[in-house]
């Protein structure tokens, strides 16, 4: 079952949790948590918090080219067209602005060979990495400014513009990891620091019960669904749907379509072509079923996503980030500013605030399950990247929901 690929904020895109890839299957699913569980996953770095930028290098121009979106199918823009972008915008315009100076003079300090391998001869390939400013801090507090390069995606664009997701063939994070000392010498802004990879060792929990706590609840999920391991998420969810599609009794043929539509599979077809064969009436249902099913997809998935956040919190336990001295410093003051969210949103009386805050409760369940200041790890399996985010994301949730509203609510 392929899905349609929508790259959203940024070239990058949404990192997947391990629920959100319809291909994968329950036995690869938890094949990954025994592996997490015992610390035997490959290539684990450390999920930062800052701001992501796609950078490339054209040799025959001898420019250092960044890009957040389809202005890389053009070549990317200069350091001039970065800070036009951002112009304006305070400590957001010093960030990306200072990280391109950055970055120019760290990739000005490779070898022509060594550029040539990275990057190919015009920015032909291009690599990810994260900007970490103290100034414009997002959830958590860093205590330096950062280049980070990442291990994961790597694009390639050809002589025509045309871009695509590619494996590191010629290993150039590795390569440019190896030049880390050189390039750090060759920056000449003060106090920032240009870093690999930073890499992570998991702990083994294979002495614990939250694998298998963990993989009863998905069985319970699974079994509710009647599939078994060798189904996929997308087989899953095609279940549910047709379940809740009997009601609307359709034609099979015009099920399947329905079904395509709303898990957004590549090649479905439009709820136009699909409402074109239907009845008034079931033109009516079919379009409120369609635009209703992001709320029902999310429901089908609650109750993994709950398991797996619960394993993931547990696998992150005390874990500390590699650009933060006192790790436990943050973690308190981490508790302290979700602790505060919570306590002003519970006593707003904003229904709609306290009906999401519930939602972001039923995964963290307690300040005191942040216990590391960390976003989370990103791993790589079968060529994809996956996540962990464990507590950051219901606490960067409420924080997000107390500062700065929902829509709906009132605070």
Same mark, same amino acid.
């Given at each position: 079952?392929?899905?349609?690929?929508?790259?959203?904020?940024?070239?990058?895109?949404?990192?997947?949790?391990?629920?959100? =890839?319809?291909?994968?299957?329950?036995?690869?699913?938890?094949?990954?948590?025994?592996?997490?569980?015992?610390?035997?996953?490959?290539?684990?770095?450390?999920?930062?918090?800052?701001?992501?930028?796609?950078?490339? #290098?054209?040799?025959?121009?001898?420019?250092?080219?960044?890009?957040?979106?389809?202005?890389?199918?053009?070549?990317?823009?200069?350091?001039?067209?970065?800070?036009?972008?951002?112009?304006?915008?305070?400590?957001?315009?010093?960030?990306?602005?200072?990280?391109?100076?950055?970055?120019?003079?760290?990739?000005?300090?490779?070898?022509?060979?060594?550029?040539?391998?990275?990057?190919?001869?015009?920015?032909?390939?291009?690599?990810?990495?994260?900007?970490? #400013?103290?100034?414009?801090? =997002?959830? &958590?507090? #860093?205590?330096?400014? *950062?280049?980070?390069?990442?291990?994961?995606?790597?694009?390639?664009?050809?002589?025509?513009?045309?871009?695509?997701?590619?494996?590191?063939?010629?290993?150039?994070?590795?390569?440019?990891?190896?030049?880390?000392?050189?390039?750090?010498?060759?920056?000449?802004?003060?106090?920032?620091?240009?870093?690999?990879?930073?890499?992570?060792?998991?702990?083994?929990?294979? =002495?614990?019960?939250?694998?298998?706590?963990?993989?009863?609840?998905?069985?319970?999920?699974?079994?509710?669904?009647?599939?078994?391991?060798?189904?996929?998420?997308?087989? #899953?969810?095609? !279940?549910?749907?047709?379940?809740?599609?009997?009601?609307?009794?359709?034609?099979?043929?015009?099920?399947?379509? !329905?079904?395509?539509?709303?898990?957004?599979?590549?090649?479905?077809?439009?709820?136009?072509?699909?409402?074109?064969?239907?009845?008034?009436?079931?033109?009516?249902?079919?379009?409120?079923?369609?635009?209703?099913?992001?709320?029902?997809?999310?429901?089908?998935?609650?109750? &993994?996503?709950?398991?797996? *956040?619960?394993?993931?919190?547990?696998?992150?336990?005390?874990?500390?980030?590699?650009?933060?001295?006192?790790?436990?410093?943050?973690?308190?003051?981490?508790?302290?500013?979700?602790?505060?969210?919570?306590?002003?949103?519970?006593?707003?009386?904003?229904?709609?605030?306290?009906?999401?805050?519930?939602?972001?409760?039923?995964?963290?369940?307690?300040?005191?399950?942040?216990?590391?200041?960390?976003?989370?790890?990103?791993?790589?399996?079968?060529?994809?990247?996956?996540?962990?985010?464990?507590?950051?994301?219901?606490?960067?949730?409420?924080?997000?929901?107390?500062?700065?509203?929902?829509?709906?609510?009132?605070?």
């Amino acid at each position: 079952m392929k899905q349609a690929v929508l790259l959203e904020g940024g070239l990058v895109g949404h990192l997947q949790h391990l629920y959100d =890839n319809k291909d994968l299957t329950f036995k690869e699913i938890k094949s990954i948590l025994r592996k997490a569980s015992t610390g035997r996953l490959e290539k684990v770095s450390e999920k930062m918090d800052g701001m992501n930028l796609v950078f490339s #290098y054209d040799l025959s121009q001898d420019t250092v080219k960044v890009t957040r979106g389809s202005d890389i199918k053009a070549g990317g823009m200069d350091a001039a067209a970065l800070a036009a972008k951002f112009a304006g915008r305070g400590s957001v315009e010093e960030a990306f602005t200072t990280a391109f100076k950055v970055l120019e003079g760290a990739i000005g300090a490779l070898p022509a060979k060594a550029k040539q391998k990275v990057f190919g001869p015009s920015a032909n390939r291009w690599y990810s990495m994260e900007i970490v #400013y103290t100034k414009n801090p =997002n959830v &958590i507090n #860093y205590d330096s400014n *950062n280049l980070v390069f990442h291990g994961w995606p790597v694009f390639k664009r050809d002589r025509t513009g045309n871009v695509g997701m590619s494996e590191d063939e010629v290993g150039g994070v590795d390569i440019l990891t190896q030049y880390i000392e050189r390039m750090q010498k060759a920056v000449d802004t003060s106090g920032w620091k240009v870093r690999g990879p930073s890499v992570v060792r998991m702990r083994d929990l294979s =002495n614990g019960t939250i694998y298998q706590d963990t993989v009863t609840q998905i069985d319970t999920a699974m079994s509710d669904a009647g599939v078994g391991d060798s189904s996929t998420m997308g087989e #899953y969810l095609t !279940v549910l749907l047709k379940e809740d599609l009997t009601a609307l009794k359709l034609p099979s043929k015009i099920e399947k379509m !329905v079904v395509a539509r709303c898990l957004g599979l590549e090649g479905a077809p439009s709820v136009i072509d699909i409402k074109k064969t239907l009845s008034k009436e079931n033109k009516g249902k079919v379009s409120a079923f369609v635009k209703n099913s992001p709320v029902h997809l999310k429901g089908y998935v609650r109750h &993994i996503e709950l398991a797996i *956040n619960d394993f993931a919190v547990e696998v992150l336990k005390g874990l500390g980030s590699t650009l933060i001295d006192d790790s436990g410093k943050e973690v308190d003051r981490l508790r302290g500013e979700v602790q505060n969210a919570v306590s002003a949103i519970e006593s707003s009386g904003d229904e709609t605030a306290m009906s999401i805050l519930a939602q972001q409760m039923a995964k963290l369940k307690s300040v005191e399950n942040i216990t590391s200041p960390m976003e989370g790890v990103v791993f790589i399996y079968k060529g994809n990247a996956y996540k962990f985010t464990g507590s950051f994301a219901a606490a960067n949730q409420i924080l997000g929901l107390f500062k700065y509203g929902r829509k709906g609510t009132k605070l």
